[in-house]
């Protein structure tokens, strides 16, 4: 009896094995994966960057205000979406940049943003990143192609500068007497520069008188000084000038609007009143120029996106970060600048 227990018992076991195996064959070798199997990435895809990750972001100057919105901006994006980031402040001193630029490869980031203090060290800047392997996006101040050419894993967003001078030249032309206040047949007008080492400064000087003349407007430039994008600067050349010109000045271009701030206290101090016996036009739609062309106080501004540039550096690292890589010639994007008018300066305002 024990020995007839023992094979039953053997039999069931042996079932249960068989059983367990399903009888499972191998599949043919053109067998499609299954439904719930991730099929493998296409060649040259960039894998989804993982989330997190610790970023370095060097940003040329603080007290710079365009900037300072621009970084506020990075740093919260950025930090939504779950990276570890530090914001150093390069003080507008290159070797200190290029310190802390070494620094944060030392501390092994993840990916870089830099807005280079001068564009004139982005050879320096781009060989270091690339030694390091380090994907990196440059902002606000662009380099040559050639020179972004020389590694792949780099990109510039910004904005077109000549556009926004351009836009700058517009805004005069919309005027009743397309600058000429005077009537004397020619604009004559003054011109605040920013760095004229920064491309952004060269081209905006250019393009918004370039609008003028493109327009068959005659143009005489009764001053150009170097105001290095601050207000007080602003504030001081433009009390200079209207001292040295008087009522001569017609224009007043600022490369950007905190000179044009500036430039707007010294026109009042004179006791010349914009869009009366003066035009004044700036860069950057900064909350302080909006309030001004709101109240008649600025003949405009250009908007320079500090938010969309952000956006859409964020997004270029992310790229960067999944494993893309940009052959020359492909490596700048561009946000559009918007001419703000008091006909439209409430949509950005807020």
Do not use: H
């Amino acid at each position: 009896m024990k020995k007839i227990l023992t094979l039953a018992l053997c039999a069931v076991m042996m079932l249960s094995v068989l059983a367990g195996c399903g009888g499972k064959t191998d599949a043919p070798a053109n067998d499609t994966p299954a439904q719930n199997e991730p099929a493998a990435p296409a060649e040259n895809t960039p894998a989804a960057p993982e989330a997190g990750g610790t970023i370095g972001v060097c940003i040329y100057q603080f007290t710079d205000a365009f900037m300072t919105t621009y970084r506020n901006t990075l740093q919260e994006i950025l930090e939504g979406k779950g990276y570890t980031v530090t914001v150093v402040d390069g003080a507008n001193d290159q070797a200190k940049q290029n310190e802390q630029i070494n620094t944060f490869i030392t501390q092994g980031v993840d990916a870089l943003i830099i807005n280079p203090v001068m564009v004139s060290a982005a050879d320096q800047i781009i060989a270091t990143v690339k030694d390091a392997n380090i994907p990196t996006v440059l902002i606000n101040r662009e380099p040559t192609a050639e020179q972004m050419s020389a590694y792949d894993k780099l990109v510039y967003v910004g904005a077109l500068a000549a556009q926004s001078g351009t836009m700058q030249g517009e805004l005069i032309l919309d005027t009743p007497n397309k600058g000429d206040i005077n009537g004397d047949g020619k604009v004559s007008y003054i011109m605040v520069q920013g760095d004229p080492e920064n491309i952004d400064a060269q081209l905006r000087t250019e393009y918004s008188v370039k609008a003028l003349t493109d327009a068959g407007v005659e143009v005489e430039q009764l001053n150009l000084t170097r105001g290095d994008w601050m207000r007080e600067r602003g504030q001081e050349i433009v009390a200079n000038d209207l001292v040295q010109f008087g009522n001569q000045v017609e224009v007043v271009f600022c490369n950007n609007d905190d000179m044009a701030i500036g430039a707007l206290q010294s026109i009042q101090a004179a006791g010349r009143k914009v869009n009366e016996d003066i035009y004044l036009v700036g860069v950057d739609a900064l909350d302080a120029a909006l309030n001004e062309v709101s109240n008649g106080n600025m003949t405009g501004t250009v908007l320079n996106d500090a938010v969309g540039q952000a956006t859409a550096a964020v997004e270029e690292m992310e790229k960067l970060l999944g494993g893309a890589t940009y052959s020359s010639g492909s490596q700048s994007v561009y946000v559009d600048y918007v001419k703000v008018t008091p006909d439209n300066v409430a949509d950005f305002m807020g």
